[in-house]
């Protein structure tokens, strides 16, 4: 069941499990890493998480290793 609502957002998976305060935190870092950051290379909003640590960026057409969640601003 992968219902999630307005106040819960992408934690809204977890149900009532594990506490208010963890689940907010978690949902401030997959809000984070699922927006496109700004490219180390061509320092323009492009790069896109693919997965843990591992980036692309269209406008330059690269793919990097980084950071795991969200890019360095
Ligand atoms: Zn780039």
């Known amino acids: ?4 609502s307005k106040k819960t957002k992408s934690a809204g998976r977890f149900g009532a499990r594990y506490g208010k305060k963890v689940r907010d935190k ?5 809000v984070k890493q699922r927006k496109r950051q700004t490219c180390p290379f061509c320092k323009r909003l492009g790069a896109k998480r693919l ?3 591992i980036w692309n ?17």
């Open 1 to 4: 069941m992968t219902t999630k």
């Open 26 to 30: 978690l949902v401030s870092v997959e």
């Open 51 to 53: 997965s843990k640590g």
């Open 57 to 73: 960026c269209p406008k330059c057409n690269k793919t990097f290793a980084s950071h795991a969640y969200y890019l360095e601003e």
